[in-house]
C-alpha cells in the first residue's frame, strides 16, 4: 500500500507539501497540486491513511455497520452507540449492510475516506483482510453481537449459549415434554452459540432428535416455514425455543394459522427482548439481551479507544435474562 513519501517522492515534493494538498492547509501552487494529486492517482493512494497519520487528526465521526436494520434489535443497538457518541460529542454514520460482504467492505472504505476516527460492526461478514487493513490504518473497532472474540479488536456480545440453555429449561419446567429449536444461520457465533445450548439441556432426554432442529433463518417468514416443517417432524412437539424473536414471531404466527393454541398446545420462547415481543397476541416469553446497553458499552470502549489510541482487545459477555410472559403459562406437570 502507498505511503505519503511514495506520493511526495513520485511527484518531487516534500511530505509537507502533500500534506498541505490533501488537507487544503496551506498555500501550494497549482502545477505542484496537480503533480501531487497525479502521483496519488497513479500509485493509488488512500488519503485516509495520511490523514490517521496527521499528529492529533480527529474528526469527531464513528462509523456503525449494521446487517438489517429492519430488525428490531438493530435499531435499539444504534440507539446505545448514538446516545454515548452524542455525549461524548461525536457523530455516527450509520450503515445498512444487508448482511452482505461486498456492500460492507464498499462502506468500510467510504467511512474511512471521510476520515472517521473508528468502526462499530455488528457483522458476520467481517474478513481478516479488512482487520489487518484497519489496524495498519490505525482505525479502532469494536465488534458488536455477531462475532467471536479476536485478537485485532474487542467483542460485546451477550451469554448466549448460557440464554438459550434458561429458555430450554424454563420450558421444561412449565411442562413441555418434548422441546423444538428454531436456529439461525450458522455462520453467525450467536446463532450458534443458542444452538449449541439447546443441545446441551435437551441431548439428555429420551425424545431428543437432531430433526427436532429446523433452520429459520432469523426471520418471521423463516419462522412460520421451520413450524410447518417441524409439525410434519414431530407433530406431537409441545414446546419451541426459537432463536431469535422474529423467527418467535413466525412460528407464533404459523401456529395460529393450524388452529393451534398457544400456549395451551404448544409453548413458546424467543430470544433478544425486543418490543414486539409485547403487543404479540398471546405476549411473547423472550430471553432478553441487554440491547441498549450493548450498543452503549461498545460505543464507550470505541471512544476509549479513539482518545486514549489504547490497543487493548477484550471480550465482554453481558447477561441475559428471562422474561415470562403468556405464551409459556403452561400449568405445571406434577
Known sequence: MATIRDVAKLAGVSVATVSRVLNKNGYVNSETEQKVRKAMQQLQYEPNA??????????????????DIS????????R????VAQRSGFTVILCNSDDQGPKEKLYIEVLKKKYIDGIIFASNTLVQEDIEQM????????VLDRASSHEAYSVVRSKNFEGAKMAVKHLLEIGCSKVAHLYGPQELITAKDRLRGYEDVAKHFGWFSPSLMIPGYFRIDGGMAAVEELLSRHPDVDGIFAGNDLMALGALKGLKRRGIKVPEQIAICGFDGISLT?????????????????????????IQKIETAAAVSELFELDVKLIQRDSTQKKVMR
Open 71 to 78: 430488525n428490531p434489535f438493530f435499531p435499539e443497538l444504534a
Open 135 to 142: 489496524k495498519r490504518d490505525n482505525l479502532p473497532l469494536v
Open 50 to 67: 495520511v490523514a490517521r497519520g496527521l499528529a492529533g487528526k480527529r474528526t469527531g465521526t464513528i462509523g456503525l455497520i449494521l446487517p
Open 80 to 83: 446505545g452507540v448514538e446516545d
Open 278 to 302: 409485547e403487543i404479540a397476541e398471546p405476549e411473547l416469553t423472550t430471553v432478553a439481551q441487554p440491547i441498549y446497553e450493548m450498543g452503549e458499552l461498545a460505543a464507550s470502549i470505541l
